[in-house]
């Protein structure tokens, strides 16, 4: 039995591409079946995602309006009180009265 070194390297060679085809063929399948699940599993969620990306959209405006709010509060806080260093003012509780006997609506205000 003689056999050449060259019949040898291609049957070694053939056998080779047999092996790498049929793993390629099967990682193939596999990411196939993988995806198809996922895709199952997940592409029935599409409406309950996009809800709750909308939601998340509509909080985080809820959230940048109370910040803003927050920082006007803090301005005006902060406006009063300069105000209140530079004249010299001084808080003082304050009643409201509408007199309605007398016809008018007018607007008495009684300093204690």
Not at 1 to 9: A, D, L
Not at 11 to 33: D, E, N, P, Q, Y
Not at 57 to 74: G, H, M, P, T, V
Not at 83 to 101: A, G, H, P
């Amino acid at each position: 039995m003689n056999v050449k070194p060259f019949e040898i390297q291609s049957t070694i060679t053939s056998s080779l591409v047999r092996h790498f085809v049929l793993i390629i063929g099967v990682l193939l399948l596999l990411l196939f079946f993988v995806q198809f699940i996922g895709l199952t599993l997940l592409g029935t969620k599409g409406a309950e995602i996009a809800q709750f990306r909308s939601a998340k959209d509509q909080f985080r405006i809820e959230n940048e309006y109370l910040r803003s709010e927050i920082d006007r509060a803090k301005t005006l806080l902060e406006i009063e009180g300069g105000l209140n260093e530079i004249y010299e003012l001084e808080t003082k509780s304050v009643e409201q009265i509408y007199d309605y006997s007398k016809g008018d609506d007018r607007l008495s205000v009684l300093v204690p």
